[in-house]
């Protein structure tokens, strides 16, 4: 079993960026697809992005194409996600889980996630 921890949510600007990473426990990390998810107040949680478990496919959201990169290093049990061009509807909670039915279905339970605030 795989536990993720994320980290690196703030407030930024309309147009700024942020790098959020996405920490597991276990020496298995490197067999599991991951993905990025987010949900913004009084909507449902959606997909983000997702990156297979050697980090050579990758998928993403209409919404954050081209603006939004996932990547990981096995090496050191993360995940990121590089967000760039950040606008206000990108406001939300993130978090981060397992991918169980590529590119979106989840296999794990949810963690307290990350806050970004884009202001505008």
């Known amino acids: 079993q795989v536990q993720l921890v994320e980290s690196g949510g703030g407030l930024v600007q309309t147009g700024g960026s942020l790098r959020l990473s996405c920490a597991a426990s276990?020496?298995?990390?490197?067999?599991?697809?991951l993905g990025w998810f987010r949900q913004a107040p009084g909507k449902e949680r959606e997909f983000v992005a997702a990156?297979?478990?050697?980090?050579?496919?990758?998928s993403s959201a209409d919404s954050v194409k081209d603006r939004f990169t996932i990547s990981r290093d096995n090496a050191k049990n993360t995940v990121f996600l590089q967000m760039n061009g950040l606008k206000p509807e990108d406001t939300a909670v993130y978090y981060c889980?397992?991918?169980?039915?590529?590119?979106?279905?989840?296999?794990?339970?949810w963690g307290q996630g990350t806050q970004v605030t884009v202001s505008s």
């Open positions: 889980n397992v991918i169980k039915n590529w590119p979106s279905g989840t296999a794990g339970s």
């Open positions: 276990g020496r298995t990390f490197n067999w599991y697809s």
């Open positions: 990156i297979n478990y050697s980090g050579d496919m990758t």
